[in-house]
């Protein structure tokens, strides 16, 4: 089991490996420097902004593992969690990233329980009657009434999309 520590400066993160019981493995993230490591004694960056992490001076998937003595799921964990940050990885750790899904977002389905669906088209219900009762109390000049009429008609329409894909 792993854990991630976040730390304010890399230098404190590599005196919490030296003097504190981080396991070896654990992810060390200082999100002010974009650096990530791994914890080791001497723990070395993931990113391209090592900080003051040490930097392998290795290049290869197989070398990498051959010269840290590490298991590639703890390496990757190290360069996702930096990828989450945004943080640039260094060349040589990216073949250690997780694969991300191949598949488009229109492909990707979500399911929805009925209960859940019933419940946001009840939202979508309330939310059109509130933009009603705007839309019959103002008088006919307020500047708001076409926004609040679009407001209705776009919340109708999604409820209706809703609605007939998934009953």
Same mark, same amino acid.
Not at 21 to 33: K, R, S
């Given at each position: 089991?792993?854990? *991630?520590?976040?730390?304010?400066? /890399?230098?404190?993160?590599? #005196?919490?490996?030296?003097?504190?019981?981080?396991?070896?493995?654990? &992810?060390?993230?200082?999100?002010?420097?974009?650096?990530?490591?791994?914890a080791?004694?001497?723990?070395?960056?993931?990113?391209?902004?090592?900080?003051?992490?040490? *930097?392998? $001076?290795? $290049?290869?998937? =197989?070398?990498? &593992?051959?010269? @840290?003595?590490?298991?590639?799921?703890?390496?990757?964990?190290? *360069? !996702? %969690?930096?990828?989450?940050?945004?943080?640039?990885?260094?060349?040589?750790?990216?073949?250690?990233?997780?694969?991300?899904?191949?598949?488009?977002?229109? %492909?990707?389905? /979500?399911?929805? @329980?009925?209960?859940?669906?019933?419940?946001? /088209? %009840?939202?979508?219900?309330?939310? *059109?009657?509130?933009f009603?009762?705007?839309? %019959?109390?103002?008088? !006919?000049?307020?500047a708001?009434?076409?926004?609040?009429?679009? #407001?209705i008609?776009?919340?109708? $329409?999604?409820?209706?999309?809703? =609605?007939?894909?998934?009953?």
């Open positions: 089991m792993h854990r *991630v520590h976040h730390f304010g400066a /890399s230098s404190a993160a590599i #005196a919490a490996c030296r003097n504190a019981p981080i396991p070896n493995g654990d &992810i060390l993230i200082v999100p002010h420097e974009c650096a990530a490591a791994v080791l004694p001497d723990p070395f960056a993931v990113t391209e902004d090592p900080g003051d992490f040490r *930097v392998l $001076e290795v $290049e290869g998937y =197989l070398a990498v &593992i051959e010269h @840290t003595g590490l298991e590639p799921a703890v390496i990757g964990r190290a *360069v !996702d %969690e930096a990828l989450r940050f945004n943080m640039a990885v260094a060349p040589q750790f990216m073949a250690f990233a997780t694969p991300k899904s191949n598949l488009s977002t229109c %492909e990707q389905a /979500s399911a929805f @329980t009925i209960d859940e669906i019933l419940l946001v /088209s %009840e939202a979508i219900n309330y939310r *059109v009657r509130s009603q009762r705007l839309v %019959e109390n103002a008088p !006919d000049t307020h708001a009434l076409p926004v609040w009429r679009n #407001a008609r776009q919340l109708e $329409e999604a409820q209706s999309k809703l =609605l007939s894909s998934s009953l």
